[in-house]
């Protein structure tokens, strides 16, 4: 069974930066196509950020953090990545990853971002 786990979230200030991870401890990482998903504070859907391709030629980004993220993998590592810059207060929120076709379940733990002054 494949899982993920998701890491790298924190307490960032607006206008700050993060990279967060996502591991896979599946061998065959690199055969899917990933997505990086956030879920904020009181809310029970999940909203779709972005997506990558298997091979990383391609990638998709929803137009809620458009132009302030970059998602990025390592087929090598298993890693699947996603750079935050320009930080708002609205993008707190739990940040997981999980396969574009049939996710898995059950989904990771998620990291916690919070953006505050």
């Known amino acids: 069974q494949v899982q993920v786990e998701e890491s790298g979230g924190g307490l960032v200030q607006p206008g700050g930066s993060l990279r967060l991870s996502c591991r896979s401890s599946g061998s065959v990482f690199s055969s899917f196509a990933m997505a990086w998903y956030r879920q904020e504070p009181g809310k029970q859907e999940r909203e779709l950020i972005g997506?990558?391709?298997?091979?990383?030629?391609?990638?998709n980004y929803r137009e809620v953090m458009k132009g302030r993220v970059t998602i990025s993998r390592d087929n090598a590592k298993s890693t699947l990545y996603l750079q935050i810059d320009n930080l708002k207060p609205e993008d707190t929120a739990v940040y997981y990853c999980n396969r574009v076709a049939t996710p898995f379940d059950p989904w990771g733990q998620g990291t916690q971002v919070v953006v505050s002054s």
């Open positions: 997506w990558i391709s298997h091979n990383g030629a391609s990638t």
